[in-house]
Nanobody, 124 residues
Framework: QVQLIESGGGLVQAGGSLRLSCAAS????????MGWFRQAPGKEREFVGG????????YIADSVKDRFTISRDNAKNTIYLQMNSLKPEDTAVYYC?????????????????WGQGTQVTVSS
């Protein structure tokens, strides 16, 4: 059974940084792709970024590409979302997700597994 556990969320002032982690377990992920999504209060969940385990191809949404980066540690089965220059509008629950694919996947309905989410709150 695939398990995705996010961590690293919290309260931060505007301009600050956070690094989210997503630890994956339950199978070999070499042919899988991982994604980060977020859902702000009253809004739909949106794609933030994605990365493939094999080859490390990544893609960050245009709305955050100048501030966020995504990376992976294959040895730890963990992906990261580094968030810099945070803004109050980045406040959301951030989710990690996994899908069997060699490509970065941006459509949330394509993902098979989801973590429980971690809250990020950015104060002004």
């Amino acid at each position: 059974q695939v398990q995705l556990i996010e961590s690293g969320g919290g309260l931060v002032q505007a301009g600050g940084s956070l690094r989210l982690s997503c630890a994956a377990s339950g199978r070999t992920f070499s042919s899988w792709s991982m994604g980060w999504f977020r859902q702000a209060p009253g809004k739909e969940r949106e794609f933030v970024g994605g990365i493939t385990w094999s080859g490390g191809r990544s893609y960050i949404a245009d709305s955050v590409k100048d501030r966020f980066t995504i990376s992976r540690d294959n040895a730890k089965n963990t992906i990261y979302l580094q968030m810099n220059s945070l803004k109050p509008e980045d406040t959301a629950v951030y989710y990690c997700a996994a899908v069997h694919s060699f490509r970065v996947v941006i459509i949330q309905s394509d993902y098979n597994y989801w973590g429980q989410g971690t809250q990020v709150t950015v104060s002004s």
